[in-house]
């Protein structure tokens, strides 16, 4: 049977994240300290530890069949790989900051200035849509210090909190892209692996539903059951069930996380009462 290689990052939050979901979609994976490969006990599946850059390229020669990897590194080294999956975390932007003295207007104001970055084609192509013609340098980490040391004029690199360009003295000025980690398969994977993507996916699918939904369970009065189902947004219809104290009923259903609290006081207008929120573990469909 076929072996199934994913590449992950080696270190950082990326890397734990993922090996988190594959986790909760039921894979052991037997990896010690510091091993740059590792098996899965009970699922035909091998994981190469990579640096982050370098997944593209795995990928594009088929050196790995799949990679979980943020979409703004794709964006970057790897146009022509199929993404199947996001994954909904590591979340992140790739942004222009300048420092916070700079009297900053339009892309324009940024015509014949240095650059510094580690995304040199993300930027060739942000530039370009602009007719604005930017000097690159292209450095690998701490691109935020470029500008105080006086490497660059302005830089693009990844921002999250923005923490990191308040400590520069640099402010954001425009987003480029958004980003997130995603399933990133190769162009050259095989019939039988394919059939073991297929399966992988579909338990990840199950993993991200029951993070993205709720199971509620509520007490309704049985004359406003028709009123409380028209609210809930449910896979097919709620299930409802008899409580010993009569006129009263059951209502179980899933809702999604995002609209949990508008959807939890319509419900309380409605009637429903005892509301009970319970995590969903997997969400097969």
């Given at each position: 049977?076929?072996?199934?290689?994913?590449?992950?990052?080696?270190?950082?939050?990326?890397?734990?994240?993922?090996?988190?979901i594959?986790?909760?979609?039921?894979?052991?994976?037997?990896?010690?300290?510091?091993?740059?490969?590792?098996?899965?006990?009970?699922?035909?599946?091998?994981?190469?530890?990579?640096?982050?850059?370098?997944?593209?390229?795995?990928?594009?020669?088929?050196?790995?069949?799949?990679?979980?990897?943020?979409?703004?590194?794709?964006?970057?080294?790897?146009?022509?790989?199929?993404?199947?999956?996001?994954?909904?975390?590591?979340?992140?932007?790739?942004?222009?900051?300048?420092?916070?003295?700079?009297?900053?207007?339009?892309?324009?104001?940024?015509?014949?200035?240095?650059?510094?970055?580690?995304?040199?084609?993300?930027?060739?192509?942000?530039?370009?849509?602009?007719?604005?013609?930017?000097?690159?340098?292209?450095?690998?980490?701490s691109?935020?210090?470029?500008?105080?040391?006086?490497?660059?004029?302005?830089?693009?690199?990844?921002?999250s909190?923005?923490?990191?360009?308040?400590?520069?003295?640099?402010?954001e000025?425009?987003?480029?892209?958004?980003?997130?980690?995603?399933?990133?398969?190769?162009?050259?994977?095989?019939?039988?692996?394919?059939?073991?993507?297929?399966?992988?996916?579909?338990?990840?699918?199950?993993?991200?539903?029951?993070?993205?939904?709720?199971?509620?369970?509520?007490?309704?009065?049985?004359?406003?059951?028709?009123?409380?189902?028209?609210?809930?947004p449910?896979?097919?219809?709620?299930?409802?069930?008899?409580?010993?104290?009569?006129?009263?009923?059951?209502?179980?259903?899933?809702?999604?996380?995002?609209?949990f609290?508008?959807?939890?006081?319509?419900?309380?207008?409605?009637?429903?009462?005892?509301?009970l929120?319970?995590?969903?573990?997997?969400?097969?469909?």
């Open positions: 049977m076929s072996t199934l290689k994913i590449a992950i990052q080696k270190s950082g939050r990326l890397n734990e994240d993922s090996i988190q594959l986790k909760d979609a039921g894979i052991s994976i037997n990896n010690g300290n510091d091993q740059l490969k590792a098996e899965a006990s009970n699922f035909p599946l091998e994981v190469l530890y990579l640096r982050n850059s370098d997944i593209p390229q795995y990928l594009i020669d088929g050196v790995v069949d799949l990679a979980i990897v943020g979409d703004n590194l794709l964006v970057e080294k790897g146009k022509n790989i199929e993404v199947i999956q996001k994954l909904g975390f590591s979340k992140c932007k790739v942004s222009v900051a300048v420092p916070k003295a700079f009297e900053y207007k339009s892309v324009k104001d940024l015509d014949g200035l240095r650059i510094a970055t580690s995304y040199p084609n993300t930027v060739i192509d942000f530039f370009n849509q602009y007719g604005v013609t930017v000097d690159i340098h292209q450095i690998s980490g691109v935020e210090i470029a500008p105080n040391i006086g490497l660059a004029d302005a830089i693009v690199d990844i921002v909190s923005g923490s990191t360009l308040f400590k520069n003295n640099l402010k000025v425009e987003v480029i892209l958004k980003s997130e980690a995603v399933l990133a398969v190769s162009p050259k994977v095989s019939p039988d692996t394919q059939k073991i993507i297929d399966t992988l996916k579909f338990r990840i699918d199950s993993v991200l539903r029951a993070r993205n939904s709720k199971y509620i369970l509520m007490n309704v009065p049985n004359e406003k059951i028709e009123a409380v189902s028209n609210i809930l449910v896979l097919r219809s709620a299930t409802v069930m008899p409580l010993a104290q009569p006129g009263w009923s059951s209502v179980h259903t899933v809702i999604e996380k995002d609209t609290w508008e959807v939890i006081d319509q419900l309380k207008e409605a009637g429903a009462e005892g509301i929120v319970c995590p969903i573990e997997k969400m097969v469909l």
